[in-house]
């Protein structure tokens, strides 16, 4: 079974345990969630155009993050919304504006920080708001997601193009210093893209202050 394939398995599973009105997918205009969004509006079920997509938007976002979320919102066609803070705080105003949510969709793998004991399905940790959180990238490496985005010409955020490759906000992302270029002749400094990284579920959060 493909990485793909597996994906579309939990999702299915979720929507089988709930309904689309109890569904949210957790948005930070990253390439994970992403990927996500892509998979999920090109099921091949109608209920899974109307799961919620909501932008979880830091308290200094970058400009790029924002506009490509108003990109996402015009090529996928949905309405996104927004909430802003950390995503515990985030997660709790999600709840309270929309008691219905059971369950969020994470575009979390299993080489991010804290997430190597996660589950494709897992509540959330006591202190939490009471959700089911679905992981359906779990298995996924960072190659696995650029293949997909690369593969099915999916749109991404513009700063994956100038060596950014793990986005949070501008207090604490600078481009992966292992992307850095710099010219001979000049001393002129660039980036290259972020699928070009190598060992990148080593490397992927090297620009992370």
């Given at each position: 079974m493909?990485?793909?394939?597996?994906?579309?398995k939990?999702?299915?599973?979720?929507l089988?345990?709930f309904?689309?009105?109890?569904?949210?997918?957790?948005?930070?205009?990253g390439?994970?969630?992403?990927?996500?969004?892509?998979?999920?509006?090109?099921?091949?079920?109608?209920?899974?155009?109307?799961?919620?997509?909501?932008?979880?938007?830091?308290?200094?976002?970058f400009?790029?993050?924002?506009?490509?979320?108003?990109?996402?919102r015009?090529?996928?066609?949905?309405?996104?919304?927004?909430?802003?803070?950390g995503?515990k705080?985030?997660?709790?105003?999600?709840?309270?504006?929309d008691?219905?949510?059971?369950?969020?969709?994470?575009?979390?793998?299993k080489?991010d920080?804290?997430?190597?004991?996660l589950?494709?399905?897992?509540?959330?940790?006591?202190?939490?708001?009471?959700?089911?959180?679905?992981?359906?990238?779990?298995?996924w490496?960072?190659?696995?997601i650029?293949?997909?985005?690369?593969?099915?010409?999916?749109?991404y955020?513009t700063?994956y193009?100038?060596g950014?490759?793990?986005?949070?906000?501008r207090?604490?992302?600078i481009?992966?210093?292992?992307?850095?270029?710099?010219?001979?002749?000049t001393?002129?400094i660039t980036?290259?893209?972020?699928?070009?990284?190598?060992?990148?579920?080593?490397h992927?959060?090297?620009?992370?202050?």
């Amino acid at each position: 079974m493909t990485r793909l394939e597996e994906s579309l398995k939990i999702l299915q599973q979720a929507l089988s345990m709930f309904r689309p009105e109890e569904l949210f997918l957790s948005f930070n205009g990253g390439k994970d969630c992403t990927v996500l969004l892509d998979i999920i509006h090109n099921m091949n079920r109608k209920e899974a155009k109307r799961i919620k997509c909501i932008y979880v938007r830091p308290l200094n976002p970058f400009s790029e993050i924002e506009e490509f979320v108003e990109l996402c919102r015009t090529h996928y066609g949905i309405t996104i919304a927004t909430v802003s803070g950390g995503i515990k705080a985030a997660l709790e105003t999600i709840c309270q504006e929309d008691s219905q949510l059971r369950a969020c969709i994470m575009g979390s793998r299993k080489t991010d920080p804290y997430c190597e004991r996660l589950e494709p399905f897992k509540e959330t940790d006591p202190g939490w708001p009471k959700l089911m959180r679905i992981n359906p990238l779990l298995e996924w490496s960072c190659d696995d997601i650029w293949s997909y985005i690369r593969d099915h010409n999916v749109p991404y955020c513009t700063l994956y193009d100038q060596g950014y490759t793990s986005i949070g906000d501008r207090t604490n992302t600078i481009p992966n210093p292992y992307l850095k270029v710099e010219e001979d002749s000049t001393g002129d400094i660039t980036y290259l893209p972020a699928y070009t990284l190598k060992d990148a579920d080593k490397h992927e959060r090297a620009g992370r202050l």
